[in-house]
């Protein structure tokens, strides 16, 4: 059984047109929007570093 490849993930310009279209047409808001994604992603990526540990260690 083959697998199917990932399908290629959005570009920076669909995910804001997207957001844009989310907030109808609100750029302020689609803005806000993107950053309160943005500081949850940051938020999900740091809190994993100390989980992982530092590099070389075992």
Same mark, same amino acid.
Request: hydrophobic fraction near 40%.
């Given at each position: 059984?083959?697998?199917?490849?990932?399908?290629?993930?959005?570009?920076?310009?669909?995910?804001?047109d997207k957001a844009l279209?989310?907030?109808?047409?609100?750029? /302020? &808001? !689609? +803005?806000?929007?993107?950053?309160?994604?943005?500081? /949850? &992603? !940051? +938020?999900?990526?740091?809190?994993?570093?100390?989980?992982?540990?530092?590099?070389?260690?075992?």
């Amino acid at each position: 059984m083959q697998s199917r490849p990932d399908p290629a993930p959005p570009d920076a310009q669909q995910v804001a047109d997207k957001a844009l279209a989310d907030c109808g047409g609100n750029e /302020a &808001a !689609a +803005r806000l929007l993107l950053a309160h994604q943005l500081i /949850a &992603a !940051a +938020r999900s990526i740091s809190s994993g570093y100390p989980r992982l540990g530092s590099p070389g260690r075992s």
